[in-house]
Nanobody
Framework: VQLQASGGGFVQAGGSLRLSCADS????????VGWFRQAPGKEREFVAS????????SYADSVKGRFTISRDRAANTMYLQMNNLKPNDTAVYYC?????????????????WGQGTLVTVSS
């Protein structure tokens, strides 16, 4: 497995979780990375992305101000800090490596995908 996501779990509304994604094959160093999520019965949606050097990030409107994406290129690991979680944040979260240095919200812009980690937020 190239991308190994972890950190999901069960949390009450208002709580926090930090997701991690380790890139064992080190293919992400010069590429953007991102997080997506898929709630039960819904399409997969973009959450956040960060450029190859961490200088540019973007977020879905639904998570702006609550989630923060970051990366440690030396450790080939990306993170998603999630604060003030809400029940509608419940989903399987996927990490992904972009096809280029800057990747936007389209899933077509991503080449490699992790296996997903489940986040459940109770009300």
């Amino acid at each position: 497995v190239q991308l190994q996501a972890s950190g999901g779990g069960f949390v009450q509304a208002g709580g926090s979780l930090r997701l991690s994604c380790a890139d064992s094959k080190r293919t992400s160093s010069n590429n953007a990375v991102g997080w997506f999520r898929q709630a039960p019965g819904k399409e997969r949606e973009f959450v956040a992305s960060i450029s190859w050097n961490g200088g540019r990030s973007s977020y879905a409107d639904s998570v702006k101000g609550r989630f923060t994406i970051s990366r440690d290129r030396a450790a080939n690991t990306m993170y998603l800090q999630m604060n003030n979680l809400k029940p509608n944040d419940t989903a399987v979260y996927y990490c992904a490596v972009g096809r280029s240095a800057y990747s936007g919200p389209s899933s077509d812009s991503y080449r490699y995908w992790g296996q997903g980690t489940l986040v459940t937020v109770s009300s």
